[in-house]
């Protein structure tokens, strides 16, 4: 896409050091993705209440770090996603070490078995994740690809309506080139 200068320099005033790298080069903007994403899927037990953790999760991270860029829960019969954002590996252990208490009580209440973590990002940000987890949470890490695009910044302070989407593909062995 071919940028003014004025929006050039509306880019470099929002993004800098922010939570992607821009890069100007004769009128052309490219971005490459560096955030981090949790998506944190709870199997929720009938008759179990998990509802009543969502304000205490919300009311952690209106007061917590700041580099939270998106957070939010969404409801699908019994499975309960928690989305999460953060601009980098660092923001991320923050929010965990703030909500450490109350996941962990969630957790327990309906199963570690029951609940599913995947951690995507850039490589370089999830090997500073890594040597934190202990085990006692099932997360899975997934290598964001190198090509991946950041095409508009995230707004900040208002109500998150971006919409994801995590398909799950099972591949046969050996039908991966």
């Given at each position: 896409?071919v940028?003014?200068?004025q929006?050039k ?5 929002r ?7 821009s ?14 994403a949790?998506?944190v ?15 205490k ?6 007061a917590?770090?700041k ?13 309960v996603?928690?989305?999460?954002g953060?601009?980098?590996a ?15 009580g969630m ?14 990002g ?6 500073k ?40 593909f ?5 039908k991966?080139?």
């Amino acid at each position: 896409a071919v940028v003014s200068t004025q929006s050039k320099q509306w880019y470099q005033r929002r993004v800098h050091g922010g939570f992607f790298r821009s890069r100007v080069s004769k009128k052309l903007l490219t971005m490459a993705d560096t955030h981090i994403a949790l998506a944190v899927i709870f199997d929720v037990p009938a008759g179990e209440d998990y509802k009543s953790y969502f304000p205490k999760f919300y009311a952690k991270v209106k007061a917590g770090t700041k580099d939270t860029l998106y957070y939010g829960f969404a409801t699908c019969g019994n499975k309960v996603l928690c989305r999460e954002g953060y601009t980098n590996a660092a923001g991320m252990l923050a929010h965990t070490a703030e909500v450490k208490d109350e996941l962990e009580g969630m957790i327990k209440q309906i199963g570690k078995e029951k609940v599913k973590i995947l951690c995507s990002g850039p490589p370089s940000e999830l090997e500073k994740i890594k040597p934190h987890m202990d085990g006692r949470l099932p997360i899975k890490f997934v290598d964001l690809d190198a090509g991946s695009l950041l095409l508009n910044a995230f707004p900040k302070g208002c109500a998150d309506t971006h919409v994801t989407i995590l398909p799950e593909f099972i591949v046969p062995a050996g039908k991966v080139d």
